[in-house]
């Protein structure tokens, strides 16, 4: 019989970026050793398991939580930015509580891929520091992450290695055309992207954007497509943002689709403007030119990481500088798009160390 893992992650809540981690996670891990036994912690259990073809766990139910590590080899935290008190000071004392739960068990936990911080609260970054220097590997998908870490006092081996995302493949081109059929887009037409969600000063957000794709629809003969990430959410502001533009040639995408089939339609956008972070690595694995509306500090870690410079602040964004990036980011789309490819392919060796590392502790208790 073969050893069980069970991963933690904000899983079971209809976000695209969220789903995607977990998706990696498990074809990767199954693809390099076909009899480990893989659960999860999820929102939604039967959901999970439906999907990914693990055992879920109520994440909120303290006994089946506390039985499901007992009865895991190991316990993986992660993907995902699960350590940080921007959202709430709840949010991280959860993920920490499960790694002391399973640390008290004498198992061995391994910090996978995350992204780390903002950590603002003192107490947090102390219980972040015991709880870290207790792991037995921490890989991390960006440099600002183990700064981060470093500065809080965390010690021990502590890797950069990338997004497990980026092992991800694309749903097939005759997919996308369905998908478009569906949603009434025209498929022969290029296309510039968009990605956006609710943040502070959002009604600034969705003006700017609105007008910048009526400016588009003036500038360039292209058609404009709203993708959202998060479901419901991501889709009203998207819905908003589409009426207010006036545009005829602006679509928003309705329905909610699987990982792969969202980096299909991505691949097909000759740029895309994005704030949500997995928006923008499901271009990077396409090599799609890209412009960050940078709205917390993971989405400049990645940019940082990608070498991309378009960026700008999600929350005071003007419309002239905004208008100006997409002009650049146009005129040099197709260098971008070579930079990108040789970029995601780095970035994809790095996805499968993860795993690599991963493996090779379980393999050592």
């Known amino acids: 019989m073969g050893k069980s893992v069970i991963i933690s992650g904000y899983y079971g809540f209809d976000n695209s970026g969220d789903d995607a981690i977990l998706k990696a996670i498990v074809k990767d891990l199954r693809k390099m050793n076909s009899n480990l036994n893989i659960s999860a912690f999820s929102n939604n259990p039967q959901s999970t398991e439906e999907v990914y073809g693990i055992k879920a766990v109520n994440r909120i139910n303290i006994w089946e939580v506390f039985k499901g590590i007992y009865s895991s080899d190991m316990l993986i935290s992660g993907g995902g930015s699960l350590l940080q008190d921007i959202?709430?000071?709840?949010?991280?004392?959860?993920?920490?509580?499960?790694?002391?739960?399973?640390?008290?068990?004498?198992?061995?936990?391994?910090?996978?891929?995350?992204?780390?911080?903002?950590?603002?609260?003192?107490?947090?970054?102390?219980?972040?520091?015991?709880?870290?220097?207790?792991?037995?590997?921490?890989?991390?998908?960006?440099?600002?992450?183990?700064?981060?870490?470093?500065?809080?006092?965390?010690?021990?081996?502590?890797?950069?290695?990338?997004?497990?995302?980026?092992?991800?493949?694309?749903?097939?081109?005759?997919?996308?055309?369905?998908?478009?059929?569906?949603?009434?887009?025209?498929?022969?037409?290029?296309?510039?992207?968009?990605?956006?969600?609710?943040?502070?000063?959002?009604?600034?957000?969705?003006?700017?954007?609105?007008?910048?794709?009526?400016?588009?629809?003036?500038?360039?003969?292209?058609k404009t497509v709203l993708i959202p990430m998060h479901y419901p959410e991501d889709l009203d502001i998207s819905m908003e943002i589409a009426q207010k533009s006036n545009s005829p040639n602006c679509y928003v995408i309705k329905n909610k689709y699987s990982v792969e089939d969202m980096m299909g339609i991505i691949d097909r956008f000759e740029l895309i403007i994005a704030m949500r972070l997995h928006s923008l690595i499901y271009a990077a694995a396409q090599a799609v030119p890209m412009i960050g509306l940078v709205y917390d500090p993971k989405v400049d870690g990645l940019l940082e990481v990608l070498e991309v410079y378009a960026k700008c602040d999600a929350e005071n964004v003007e419309l002239i500088e905004l208008c100006s990036l997409i002009d650049k980011t146009w005129k040099e789309r197709a260098s971008i798009k070579k930079s990108l490819n040789i970029k995601k392919e780095e970035l994809r060796e790095k996805a499968l160390d993860n795993v690599k590392m991963t493996l090779d502790v379980l393999k050592s208790r």
Do not use: C, H, M
């Open 87 to 222: 959202t709430s000071t709840r949010s991280i004392l959860y993920y920490l509580s499960l790694i002391n739960i399973a640390k008290l068990l004498k198992k061995p936990v391994v910090i996978y891929a995350n992204g780390i911080g903002p950590i603002n609260k003192k107490i947090n970054k102390i219980l972040t520091r015991k709880a870290l220097n207790n792991v037995d590997l921490i890989t991390l998908r960006d440099y600002n992450s183990k700064n981060t870490l470093e500065e809080i006092g965390v010690k021990g081996k502590i890797v950069v290695t990338s997004d497990p995302v980026f092992t991800l493949e694309p749903s097939s081109r005759e997919i996308i055309d369905k998908i478009f059929e569906e949603e009434g887009i025209p498929k022969d037409n290029q296309i510039i992207g968009i990605s956006v969600r609710n943040w502070k000063n959002s009604k600034n957000l969705v003006d700017v954007v609105s007008k910048a794709i009526e400016y588009i629809d003036s500038t360039y003969d292209v």
